[in-house]
């Protein structure tokens, strides 16, 4: 409680002694009362004085922390290499920041003895405080000092594409920087950037239906595409040409702008309903870039027919000419030649085609299964109950094993998958079967008199659940969806356990391609860690806009949508 001087002081001090409170909770002595602010002012010149000049029996202070990471040598037990001054100082600030902020909390419990007004409350604030400060401390230690990054940078590309995907698109002339006269490939290159241009073009536009300022897409896009100019462009142990991801990059950035600023200006400038054609429109772009992505992968033989017929020439067929550097093949000649089969992708690509295949023919089975389900008719409600039933009993790594061991028995007669089709097809069905439990629900809420009116106006059974129930199931159960689809992303580190080159095991198997990286373990897993990490906090925040733009965070939010 602030007592009665407090409350006549400057709003800024105000402001600190309530910081100070909602971390140390509130005093309960006399003397705090009546000089709160000069104890406060006390608390924070001790804090900052110990977090700068702390050694002894305190703990180490900036500049302490400083020169030791400086230094290096054995530290507690541990020998640590030298770190540059920058590094080190780095993590010394870092650290220092949360260390006053532990000794402000503990003196300023002491001083004001808030234990005595709330001892739960303090005792929360100071374990807080000093957890966190552990915690940081360890964090930025291994980051700035103790880790040796250019295990990720000189294995990049290969986290990214996996081994043979990397092979077939660096070791082609004009690729790789010191390829003359070693090359054995044909430059396949395009087929992934074809894969981002669509993807960027796609994002864009989906950006610009939301109807915000263009600032607040351009100034995060023009961050992330910065950042993957920065990771294509840094020069440590680089093994390939920059030139050309740069400006790849560039090309991918300027699609999605340009078709920000068209479907932001359509949105602008025409009627409600011509703007949510436009989304679902977009919507379906989605999907078919997913199947574009893996048609372009390993084109089927009417495409190659295709490209045959605009005068391509199979570029396998001319691959001693390509490797000799007398003849370098077109895109059609690419087109009209073999692709890169599903049994060669790897890296990170496996894990993002893998999890869209669970969201996009996910979201398609779980319709299908979440109608059957409440089909009055036992020859459609029958077999969806007994699939959703099966698959949901069991968890997904078993699933996996089916689909390496047992399900080329049942598609062989049909189709010849291979491994990673069949891990494709089996995340869309067991991601389809927790999405038709989650629509079950939605579609269990829909007001019936919404069911009635859509009868009354003449719609088919087929028009009323496509356009009526499932729209207003999808909005009110969106949340949970994505809390799949998140699911799904995060499963895909399974993959390992197959034996599929995703980016987890390549991650882990990291440290196994250099004889300089044999210590460094901890750092491409940190890395996949922080990676996954970030695409399931994408989606959230994507979710938690949609859900604002239906109206589904304010009170009555789903009657408003």
């Known amino acids: 409680m602030i007592g009665q001087e407090n409350r006549e002081m400057p709003d800024w001090a105000r402001s600190l002694i309530e910081f100070e409170e909602s971390m140390a ?16 002012g006390l608390a924070v010149l001790l804090s900052a004085t110990l977090a700068l000049f702390g050694s002894g029996p305190f703990p180490n202070g900036l500049f302490d922390m ?26 010394a600030t870092i650290t220092a920041v949360f260390l006053f902020i532990a000794y402000w909390v503990t003196i300023a419990s002491l001083m004001k003895w808030t234990f005595g007004k709330d001892l739960g409350a303090a005792f929360l604030g100071l374990a807080t405080s000093w957890i966190a400060l552990i915690a940081i401390r360890y964090v930025s230690h291994f980051v700035l000092v103790e880790a040796d990054w250019e295990v990720i940078w000189a294995n990049r590309v290969l986290a990214l594409a996996g081994p043979s995907m990397t092979s077939q698109m660096t070791q082609s002339h004009g690729s790789v920087v010191d390829c003359i006269n070693t090359c054995y490939g044909i430059n396949q290159n395009f087929r992934l950037w074809w894969i981002l241009y669509a993807s960027f073009a796609v994002l864009g536009a989906a950006y610009g239906t939301n109807g915000e300022k263009p600032l607040r897409f351009a100034l995060p896009f023009a961050f992330v595409s910065a950042l993957f100019m920065f990771i294509a462009y840094n020069q440590t142990s680089i093994n390939y040409h920059h030139e050309g991801p740069m400006i790849r990059l560039a090309i991918a950035t300027l ?40 048609v372009i992968m390993n084109p089927p033989e009417f495409v190659k027919d295709i490209a045959v017929f605009l005068g391509g020439e199979p570029a396998q067929e001319r691959l001693d000419d390509v490797v000799a550097g007398t003849y370098v093949p077109t ?13 060669q992708w790897g890296g990170l690509f496996v894990n993002l085609i893998i999890a869209t295949a669970g969201g996009v023919l996910g979201f398609g089975i779980g319709v299908v299964l979440a109608f059957g389900r409440q089909s009055d008719q036992p020859f459609f409600s029958v077999p969806s109950i ?6 949901r009993s069991g968890p997904l790594i078993c699933w996996l094993y089916f689909a390496v061991f047992m399900m080329p028995d049942l598609m062989d007669p049909f189709f010849n998958a291979e491994d990673i089709v069949r891990m494709l097809l089996m995340f869309g069905i067991f991601g389809g079967c927790y999405i038709a439990e989650v629509l079950r629900g939605g579609l ?40 799949v689809f998140i699911g799904l992303w995060k499963d895909t580190t399974l993959l390992f356990i197959v ?32 990676v996954f990490w970030v695409f399931a ?20 939010g789903g009657e408003a949508a």
């Open 386 to 391: 007994a699939l959703i039933e099966l698959v």
């Open 66 to 91: 400083a020169s030791i990471a400086i230094e290096g040598g054995e530290v507690n037990g541990r020998f640590l290499p030298q770190a540059g001054a920058f590094n080190s100082y780095l993590y």
């Open 444 to 483: 269990q809420a829909v007001d019936s008199g919404q069911k009635e009116a859509a009868v009354a106006l003449g719609l088919s059974p087929i028009q009323t659940k496509l356009q009526v129930e499932l729209p207003n199931a999808v909005r009110t159960t969106l949340p949970s969806i994505v809390s």
């Open 255 to 294: 699609l999605a702008y340009l078709s920000f600023g068209a479907s932001y200006y359509y949105c602008l400038t025409n009627e409600e309903y011509k703007a949510n054609r436009l989304k679902s429109r977009i919507a379906i772009a989605g999907v078919l870039t997913f199947f574009f992505a893996l």
């Open 331 to 343: 895109t059609l000649d690419k087109l009209a030649g073999d692709g890169i089969e599903a049994s």
């Open 499 to 530: 034996n599929i080159l995703d980016f987890f095991k390549l991650s882990k198997d990291m440290p196994n391609t250099d004889l300089r990286f044999l210590g460094s373990f901890l750092e491409p897993v940190w890395v996949s860690a922080l």
């Open 537 to 556: 906090f994408y989606l959230s925040r994507v979710s938690m806009k949609i859900e604002k733009n239906l109206g589904l965070v304010r009170e009555g």
């Open 25 to 40: 909770g509130k005093s309960s002595a006399r003397w705090a009362k009546t000089n709160g602010l000069e104890l406060t």
